[in-house]
T-cell receptor
Framework: DTEVTQTPKHLVMGMTNKKSLKCEQH?????MYWYKQKAKKPPELMFV???????INESVPSRFSPECPNSSLLNLHLHALQPEDSALYLC???????????FGSGTRLTVV | AQKITQTQPGMFVQEKEAVTLDCTYD???????LFWYKQPSSGEMIFLIY??????QNATEGRYSLNFQKARKSANLVISASQLGDSAMYFC????????????????FGQGTRLTINP
C-alpha cells in the first residue's frame, strides 16, 4: 500500500460549523503533515507530526486543531472557520530522510 | 533559508515534443533532496521524480528525467514525448530536513509551472 487516503474529497461548511478532515497511510511512515494550498499557489506547511507528537505548528490559527491518534491516522479539526480558509488541504507522510514523501489527493474545503 | 525558483509561469508544447521545465534552488546545506510533483486540476499531488544531492547520476523515471547541475544549482525536469495527459501544474520542491525532529522533513515549493500540451 503506497497511498495516503484523505476524506472527504470535498467539504462545504458554514462559519459556525465544526468538521474534521481525515488522513490515513499504511506505509509505516512516522512523519505526517498538513499543508494548505490556495488557488494558483504552492502548498504551504501547517503542521508536522513526528512519532505521533506535534512537532511543528507554522503559526496556524487555533481554529485549526490537528490530532494524531496513532501512527497511521492524522485528523484536522475545523471550527469557526472564515471564508479565507477556503483552500485545498493536503495531507502527506514521509519516511526517515529519504525520497519517500507521499501526498494524499486532498480535501477541497469551501467555507460559506 | 532554502528557496526554489521556477521562472516559467506557463508553457505551451505540441504533443509528442520534449519539454524542459526549469527549476533553480538555493541552499547552504550540503545534503538536500529535490522533488518534482505533478498536480492536475483534480488537486492530487503526484510524485514524479527525486534527486538527492549526493546522487552521482541524474534521476530517471520512465518519460521523466531530471537534469541535475549541482554547480549551477539547477534541477530541470525533462519530459520526453509529451502526451495530452501531461497537461497540469508542475512543482519543484526541496526537502528541508527538520534536524530537531527525528524523521521529519519539510518541503519548500517553487511557484509552479502550468504546462499545456496541444494536440
Amino acid at each position: 500500500d503506497t497511498e495516503v487516503t484523505q476524506t472527504p474529497k470535498h467539504l462545504v461548511m458554514g462559519m459556525t460549523n465544526k468538521k474534521s478532515l481525515k488522513c490515513e497511510q499504511h506505509m509505516g511512515h512516522r512523519a505526517m503533515y498538513w499543508y494548505k494550498q490556495k488557488a494558483k499557489k504552492p502548498p504551504e506547511l501547517m503542521f508536522v507530526y513526528s512519532y505521533e507528537k506535534l512537532s511543528i505548528n507554522e503559526s496556524v490559527p487555533s481554529r485549526f486543531s490537528p490530532e494524531c491518534p496513532n501512527s497511521s491516522l492524522l485528523n484536522l479539526h475545523l471550527h469557526a472557520l472564515q471564508p479565507e480558509d477556503s483552500a485545498l488541504y493536503l495531507c502527506a507522510s514521509s519516511q526517515v530522510l529519504g525520497n519517500g514523501y507521499t501526498f494524499g489527493s486532498g480535501t477541497r474545503l469551501t467555507v460559506v | 533559508a532554502q528557496k526554489i525558483t521556477q521562472t516559467q509561469p506557463g508553457m505551451f508544447v505540441q504533443e509528442k515534443e520534449a519539454v524542459t521545465l526549469d527549476c533553480t534552488y538555493d541552499t547552504s546545506d550540503p545534503s538536500y533532496g529535490l522533488f518534482w510533483y505533478k498536480q492536475p486540476s483534480s488537486g492530487e499531488m503526484i510524485f514524479l521524480i527525486y534527486q538527492g544531492s549526493y546522487d552521482q547520476q541524474n534521476a530517471t523515471e520512465g518519460r521523466y528525467s531530471l537534469n541535475f547541475q549541482k554547480a549551477r544549482k539547477s534541477a530541470n525536469l525533462v519530459i520526453s514525448a509529451s502526451q495530452l495527459g501531461d497537461s497540469a501544474m508542475y512543482f519543484c520542491a526541496m526537502r528541508e530536513d527538520l534536524l530537531l525532529i527525528q524523521g521529519a522533513q519539510k518541503l519548500v515549493f517553487g511557484q509552479g509551472t502550468r504546462l499545456t500540451i496541444n494536440p
